[in-house]
Nanobody, 123 residues
Framework: VQLQASGGGLVQAGGSLRLSCAAS????????MGWFRRAPGKEREFVAT????????LYADAVKGRFTISRDNAKNTVYLQMNSLKPEDTAVYYC?????????????????WGQGTLVTVSS
């Protein structure tokens, strides 16, 4: 079981980044996928999730309208397009595979986690 997140980096406020998470076929097949983040000094929080077929998505209020989650099942990869980034988006971002075909905002619904990728937004 492997989840490899990438795409983090340093960006100015108002800029964009796209995170990718490559999963093993076993992890990705029929699983909802999610992104979470942990800001410095804070607990891990939900960002976005997408169902196995991509037909259902859910976003945290803090990122709604700015972030877009998507997936390419042929490549076993899930993406997080982040636009209009703010300094408060600075965090380590983690991808996760849900226990079922539909993810949720609760961490307990996710069985597998990637190692995280750091996003730093400067003001």
């Amino acid at each position: 079981v492997q989840l490899q997140a990438s795409g983090g980096g340093l960006v100015q406020a108002g800029g964009s980044l796209r995170l990718s998470c490559a999963a093993s076929r076993r992890t990705f097949s029929n699983n909802g996928m999610g992104w979470f983040r942990r800001a410095p000094g804070k607990e891990r929080e939900f960002v976005a999730t997408i169902s196995w077929k991509g037909s259902n998505t859910l976003y945290a209020d803090a990122v709604k309208g700015r972030f877009t989650i998507s997936r390419d099942n042929a490549k076993n990869t899930v993406y997080l397009q982040m636009n209009s980034l703010k300094p408060e988006d600075t965090a380590v971002y983690y991808c996760a595979a849900a226990r079922s075909a539909v993810g949720s905002g609760s961490m307990t619904n996710y069985a597998y986690w990637g190692q995280g990728t750091l996003v730093t937004v400067s003001s």
